[in-house]
């Protein structure tokens, strides 16, 4: 399948701080989602872009799909300490025929210092 | 807000027994997922299913096998519960298309002593 770098791993901040992460890809996607998962739940989808230059918002989130379509970046605003948790970028692939299946990131996981 | 649902939430079993993980979503989904995830790990495909009768292997080898008799089910079965299958099992579903956007239940924790 294919692959996509997520970066950084982790990061520790200050309530308050803003953030940002960022997902590339050697190969071009036509969508890119992004997860948060709160430990011992599943992942809640919290933006998905489906457009090449795509600038989406949803609250304190912004996230954009790359114009090369081989990356997409996450930003939070003011980080607050519920936003601590993993946050995975996914992007689908064709699988066979005109399957698509979900490629995640590894994943960065956010600690947020009160 | 995404209605998909997974029974039981936590679960801890003892080595050989039976077990069936369940999963339902009412978004009338033709595709559902199950994924294998440690703790702060990455998640690995194990199972997936495009529609009803129609069930597939995912990335990751494992021993348990899924069903898909109704649109709405996608149980997961392990015959013999080994310590090595101690993880969590989530399951997702997505419409038909090539978005392919998912929407994860809460996760099953299984501990097997």
């Known amino acids: 399948g294919q692959q996509l770098n997520q970066s950084p791993q982790s990061m520790f901040i200050q309530e308050g701080e803003d953030v940002s992460m960022n997902c590339t890809s050697s190969?071009?996607?036509?969508?890119w989602l992004w997860y948060k998962q709160d430990p011992g739940e599943g992942p809640v989808l919290l933006i998905a872009?489906?457009?090449?230059?795509e600038l989406t918002s949803n609250g304190r989130l912004t996230a954009q799909f790359g114009i090369t379509r081989k990356d997409s970046f996450l930003n939070i605003s003011a980080s607050i300490p519920s936003d601590v948790g993993i946050y995975f970028c996914?992007?689908?692939?064709?699988?066979?025929?005109?399957?698509?299946?979900?490629?995640f990131g590894k994943g960065t996981l956010l600690t947020v210092n009160p | 807000e995404a209605d998909i649902y997974q029974t039981p939430r936590y679960l801890v079993i003892g080595t050989g027994k039976k077990i069936t993980l369940e999963c339902s979503q009412t978004?009338?989904?033709?595709?559902m997922y199950w994924y294998q995830q440690d703790p702060g790990m990455e998640l690995h495909l194990i199972h997936y299913?495009?529609?009803?009768?129609?069930?597939e292997k995912g990335d990751l080898s494992s021993e348990s096998t899924v069903s898909r008799i109704r649109t709405e089910h996608f149980p997961l079965t392990l015959e013999s519960a080994r310590p090595s299958h101690t993880s969590q099992y989530l399951c997702?579903?997505?419409?038909?298309?090539?978005?392919?956007?998912?929407?994860f239940g809460p996760g099953t924790r299984l501990t097997v002593l």
């Open positions: 190969s071009i996607f036509n969508t």
């Open positions: 997702a579903s997505s419409e038909s298309g090539d978005t392919d956007t998912q929407y």
């Open positions: 996914a992007g689908p692939w064709i699988s066979g025929g005109s399957n698509y299946k979900l490629t």
């Open positions: 299913s495009y529609g009803v009768n129609s069930t």
């Open positions: 978004m009338g989904h033709d595709k």
């Open positions: 872009l489906y457009k090449a230059g």
